[in-house]
């Protein structure tokens, strides 16, 4: 990397204090505008998880949110359900959770949600769920351990119940991928960020994000043992599941 683009700051400061990319506390401040304007179609997309997930809802289940960062998904539910449900979030951010309890402080204090330190590579919140929201996570998880997270999830998912997954996939051709992730940047670059800084980040999340292509992550969702898989929205190099687990 040329000492000029080390340098380079963020005009909009959406990056990490590090070079390797972290979800460190100068990501935590600006998370929610740095999606906005990084995922295509985000506010669709969110409206999108809440209006399916609101389908598979069972009152007196949790739901279970990985990787909830500032608890922007968790939100629309608390507002619907109240005590109905129970929601846990987890992330590994400690930024990120300082910042989802603060958030949700009353909701903690009612008993109502949880916010738990969890690195899904060895542990995973046990307990019956009716909704398990994924969004963006599992990509930052090694490979390796991707089917037995998604095994956990189906476990612990009532009959009835759902995962919804959303993740930034790969083409299903080198050539294809290429041409997405140039639709990308450039929808990236309309959105205020300079070509160094898409530079930049995509240094920072080589090796920390991984995607693979949409049917390998279908593949693994039915590997799981989750019997109905569809997806229900995608935008070039992003991707929206539902996977069900019928009985």
């Not at 007196?60 to 990787?67: E, K, N, P, Q, S």
């Amino acid at each position: 990397m040329s000492q000029a683009l080390k340098s380079t700051k963020s005009s909009l400061g959406h990056l990490p204090a590090a070079s390797r990319w972290t979800f460190d506390e100068s990501v935590t401040d600006v998370f929610t505008d740095m999606l906005r304007r990084s995922i295509p179609q985000y506010d669709v997309m969110r409206e999108a998880v809440f209006a399916i997930g609101k389908d598979f809802v069972k009152k007196g289940t949790r739901i279970v949110d990985l990787g909830c960062a500032r608890g922007d998904a968790l939100l629309d539910f608390i507002e619907a359900y109240g005590p109905e449900n129970t929601y846990v979030g987890i992330d590994v951010s400690e930024p990120m959770l300082q910042a989802v309890r603060h958030r949700f402080a009353e909701s903690i204090a009612s008993g109502t949600a949880s916010f738990l330190h969890t690195d899904l590579r060895t542990d995973y919140p046990a307990g019956d769920a009716s909704l398990t929201l994924c969004v963006l996570t599992l990509q930052f998880t090694p490979i390796d351990y991707r089917h037995r997270i998604l095994r956990e999830i189906f476990r612990n998912t009532v009959p009835g119940g759902a995962l919804i997954l959303v993740e930034k996939v790969l083409g299903a051709t080198a050539g294809l991928g290429d041409l997405m992730i140039r639709h990308y940047h450039a929808h990236k670059s309309g959105n205020g960020y300079k070509s160094e800084e898409i530079e930049r980040k995509r240094l920072a999340l080589e090796g920390v994000l991984v995607p693979v292509t949409a049917h390998w992550n279908e593949e693994m969702l039915r590997g799981a043992g989750f019997q109905e898989v569809d997806c229900f929205w995608r935008w070039m190099n992003f991707a929206g599941w539902v996977a069900v687990r019928s009985v």
